[in-house]
T-cell receptor, first 113, second 116 residues
C-alpha cells in the first residue's frame, strides 16, 4: 500500500533563508508527483508537477526534484518570504490507471519576519 | 479563465440530515475528483468522475455518493450526517484521462461542512 510521508510536520525559519521540504513515498512506480500550497481555510494551489520521466521542475524561487530510486521528492524554496507561510503538500499518483492520488499530510511552514 | 467553483462555501447541518455539494470544473476539464480534508486524517480521496462515469472510489461508506453531469459539473451527497463528517470538502478538476495529459489538478476553495 502506497504511503506518502512529509517530515517535518511544521517548520519555522527566519525570512531570507533557503529551505527544503521533504516528501517520501514507498512505491517507486510513480506516474507523477505534484507539490501544492494551501493557505488556511483555502483550497490547494498547484506549485510544481514532476512527471516520472523528469528529475526536477523549477518555477521562480521554487525547485522540486524527484528521485524515484530513493522514493523521495524535495521542494526547495530560495530566499524565503513571509508570504511563503502556508502548508505545503505533496501528492503521489501511481502508474496503474486505477491508482488514486495519495496526499501527504503536509508541512506547515512559518516564515518569521 | 475561471477556476474551479464550489458551492456553498460554508454550511451547518445537524446529525441525520443530508447535504449536497456542487463543483463546477474549469471549462474543458472532464475529470472531477472529490476529497475530504480533516485535521487528523489530512486529505482523503472520495471519488473521481470522468465523462459522467465514476472512475475511482475511495474507502468511504455508502452514505457518500456523487454524480457528474453532461456539462462536467459534479455534485456529491452525504446522507445521514454524522459528527465525524465535519470537514473541508475539496473538488479538483483536470483535463482528461491520464494517458492524455499531465494529470495536473486544479482545486476549488472548498465547502466547509459543520455537523452539529
Amino acid at each position: 500500500k502506497q504511503e506518502v510521508t512529509q517530515i517535518p510536520a511544521a517548520l519555522s525559519v527566519p525570512e531570507g533563508e533557503n529551505l527544503v521540504l521533504n516528501c517520501s513515498f514507498t512505491d517507486s512506480a510513480i506516474y507523477n508527483l505534484q507539490w501544492f500550497r494551501q493557505d488556511p481555510g483555502k483550497g490547494l494551489t498547484s506549485l510544481l508537477l514532476i512527471q516520472s520521466s523528469q528529475r526536477e521542475q523549477t518555477s521562480g524561487r521554487l525547485n522540486a526534484s524527484l528521485d524515484k530510486s530513493s522514493g523521495r521528492s524535495t521542494l526547495y524554496i530560495a530566499a524565503s518570504q513571509p508570504g511563503d507561510s502556508a502548508t505545503y503538500l505533496c501528492a503521489f499518483e501511481g502508474m496503474n490507471r486505477d491508482d488514486k492520488i495519495i496526499f501527504g499530510k503536509g508541512t506547515r511552514l512559518h516564515i518569521l519576519p | 479563465k475561471a477556476g474551479v467553483t464550489q458551492t456553498p462555501r460554508y454550511l451547518i447541518k445537524t446529525r441525520g440530515q443530508q447535504v449536497t455539494l456542487s463543483c463546477s470544473p474549469i471549462s474543458g476539464h472532464r475529470s472531477v475528483s472529490w476529497y475530504q480534508q480533516t485535521p487528523g486524517q489530512g486529505l482523503q480521496f472520495l471519488f473521481e468522475y470522468f465523462s459522467e462515469t465514476q472512475r475511482n472510489k475511495g474507502n468511504f461508506p455508502g452514505r457518500f455518493s456523487g454524480r457528474q453531469f453532461s456539462n462536467s459539473r459534479s455534485e456529491m451527497n452525504v446522507s445521514t450526517l454524522e459528527l465525524g463528517d465535519s470537514a473541508l470538502y475539496l473538488c479538483a478538476s483536470s483535463r482528461s484521462g491520464r494517458a492524455l495529459d499531465t494529470g495536473e489538478l486544479f482545486f476549488g476553495e472548498g465547502s466547509r461542512l459543520t455537523v452539529l
